[in-house]
């Protein structure tokens, strides 16, 4: 029963398919806040490396990767462990802290996934609705119980670009009873620009119950090599170790990862682009009367003023791929200038013939 509760994630299709079906010439995906820029150069340039040696199993231990991690982050490398993305984490921490009937707290609207594992491990999902498109942490405080055992941070949140502020968090933390594992899923980390956004590595440190999630999905470019990491205490990585499928981070991306974390040239380009774009559709998306939400994050969510999936349709129809979220709410990912005004285009047009 909880298996049928649950709805399987809608994938997009292929953008070829999409080209051939509405007679596209250029299809352009603004839904995935992926980088626009592309994968890290580093970590292709490393990739053919890794072809020789397809034969072997991958390093299950991810020496290099967890050493180089451990190193950023000023922790020791059995505080590191990877994922198949940081889905994959998701999942390996609702299987190991829940048993059935157990609790984890969530915002609602927040990254899908952490309702899917929490209810896939037969636990409960308890949700707190965002108050004005932000985590309400008072009430996310007063939702913890006997049974709770996860509480999930998205920060910035997925689906609306929002953060948690560094006094929230403290507030926060400072309720939450100390058994609780405090996920910290910080996927749009290395673009946030507010001075107020919290250290949460600093809570793993002092060897609190918590995990700070990140990725190479974003920034770095790999979302398709498949590779996310955890940092948090080396009891925690036990636990998850003894879950964790053994060869989950394939040799490819480990290869990939290591080189694109020594890439702060992509790393600062990217934010360049994200910023200048971020402007551009903020301004762009004001004009049209759609105020979006103010974002921290590699994508803005807005108001379509109607509904929002005949909007998303009608710009498919266009060849713009975005994201209806729900009711009028709609998240676009900041591409390149080029890309972030044919969207605006699109969106003027699809507005006015309504
Ligand atoms: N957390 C959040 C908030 C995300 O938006 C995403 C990607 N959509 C992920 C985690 C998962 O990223 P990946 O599995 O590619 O590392």
Redesign the pocket.
Known sequence: PDILSLSPYVPGKPIEELQREFGLERVIKLA??ENPLGPSPKALAVLNEGMATLHRYPDGGAFRLRQALADRWKVTPDQVILGN???ELLGLLARTFLSPGDEAVMADHT?V?YKMEVVAAHGKAVTVPLVQWRHDVAAMAEAMTPRTKLLFL?NPN?PTGTMVSREEVARLLSQVPEHVVVVF?E??FEYVRSADFPDSMTYVRQGRNAIV?R?F?KIYGL?GL?I?YGITTPEITNLLNRVRPPFNANSLAQLGALAALGDDEHVATSRAVNESGMDQLKSGLAALGCMPVPSEANFLYFDAGCDGRRIFEALLRQGVIVRHIEGRMVRVTVGQAEENQIFLTALARVLKTG
């Open positions: 995935s806040n993305g940081s889905d990254f996934i998205c997925n899923d996927a749009y999630l990725t999905s979302a498949r996310g």
